[in-house]
């Protein structure tokens, strides 16, 4: 299953350890979901860890961040989603699409459409229940 995670999914993660997005990164990692990435998402991914609100959560971000670039497959998406209600998160679909993704995975499910050119959003627990 190819999947693309939202920044959100990487900060959960840190927050709270045993939760179902660190299970989406430790699946992501142990190679049961291959994920895609863009250039402008892992910008995203680290401009956010680099973020003082998450200074707490920096050294695990980081640690999370380079795990996935290990094993996520990159891609090049073409600039064309307006779907989104913030502007940002197209991205994420233009990545999902360019890389034949299944899933956008996401904590903030309302910033998207439910589905976009074969993409479902969900969430982490909707991902773990698949």
Known sequence: ??????TNILISACWTPGGN???????????ALEIAVSDELEAE???????KKFAKQR??????????LAVASR???VAECEA??????NQLLDCAVAAGAQFVVTGNGKHFPA????????????LLDL
């Open 1 to 6: 299953m190819r999947v693309v995670l939202d």
């Open 21 to 31: 997005e660190a299970r989406v990164i430790a699946m992501a990692v142990g190679g």
């Open 45 to 51: 991914y680290r401009d956010v860890a680099g973020r």
């Open 59 to 68: 050294e695990a971000l980081e640690a999370a961040i380079d795990s996935l």
């Open 75 to 77: 891609v090049e998406p």
């Open 84 to 89: 989104c209600s913030d502007a940002d998160d």
């Open 115 to 126: 589905e976009w050119r074969g993409v479902r959003v969900i969430n982490a627990r909707a």
